[in-house]
């Protein structure tokens, strides 16, 4: 079974800290997702990544950048974390027939 | 612009009953549809994937439909028990050359014991 494994189930940091958020995928797959999560308002794509050092934006990249140094690992970064990124942060990944795989996610606190 | 809406939100079933989910979505231009389930708190753990060509998936007491003419998709479950309750989420993906999914808000079951 394909394993997507996110470092941290809780964090809570401070306002300002620069934040880390690290997804490990072990089945080779080419394209991996930075999705965060609140009520009402569903997933929302922040980052994707088709390859080692290649991402694009998604819906809602501001206040974020990514690290995809090795095809397995995918990183958000909180530059200056601010209190509405408290969220639920969700890794994914895909490859042919596209269909995606989760972690068990990620619930960021901004104090 | 493709939106996907389920409705209800929410539902409330006995044990035992047999239940639709539904998922409507307003771009028949699709490439593939998959429903999620998500306990609180918790990621989300993928159930079935129709691909655009296909009309139904099964595993055990689940079924999925796809109409994309009519813009519906609907998850099935047999005999349901306590331990299914939970969000159920479908998601649609944009043709291919896209990396775009887009994805329901979800219907949160709860299943009486």
């Known amino acids: 079974d394909v394993k997507v494994t996110q470092s941290s189930r809780y964090l809570v940091k401070r306002t300002g800290e620069k934040v880390f958020l690290e997804c490990v995928q072990d089945?080779?797959?080419?394209?991996m997702f930075w999705y965060r999560q609140d009520p009402g308002l569903g997933l929302r794509l922040i980052y994707f990544?088709?390859?080692?050092?290649?991402?694009e934006k998604g819906d809602i990249p501001e206040g974020y950048s990514v690290s995809r140094e090795k095809k397995e690992r995918f990183s958000l970064i909180l530059e200056s974390a601010s209190t509405n990124q408290t969220s639920m942060y969700l890794c994914?990944?895909?490859?042919?027939?596209?269909?995606?795989?989760f972690g068990s996610g990620t619930q960021l606190s901004v104090l | 612009k493709q939106e996907v809406t389920q409705i209800p939100a929410a539902l409330s079933v006995p044990e035992g009953e047999n239940l639709v989910l539904n998922c409507s979505f307003t771009?028949?231009?699709?490439?593939?549809l998959q429903w999620f389930r998500q306990d609180p708190g918790k990621g989300l753990t993928s159930l079935l994937l129709?691909?655009?060509?296909?009309r139904e998936q099964t595993s055990g007491r689940l079924n999925a439909s796809l109409d994309k003419s009519s813009g519906r998709s609907t998850l099935y479950i047999a005999a349901s028990q306590p331990g299914d309750s939970a969000t159920y989420l479908c998601?649609?993906?944009?043709?291919?050359?896209?990396?775009?999914?887009?994805f329901g808000t979800g219907t949160r079951l709860k299943v009486l014991a």
């Open positions: 994914a990944s895909s490859t042919s027939p596209e269909k995606l795989f």
């Open positions: 089945m080779d797959h080419e394209n």
């Open positions: 990544s088709y390859d080692v050092k290649m991402k």
């Open positions: 771009d028949s231009a699709i490439y593939n």
């Open positions: 129709i691909q655009s060509s296909q």
């Open positions: 998601a649609v993906k944009l043709p291919s050359g896209t990396y775009k999914y887009i």
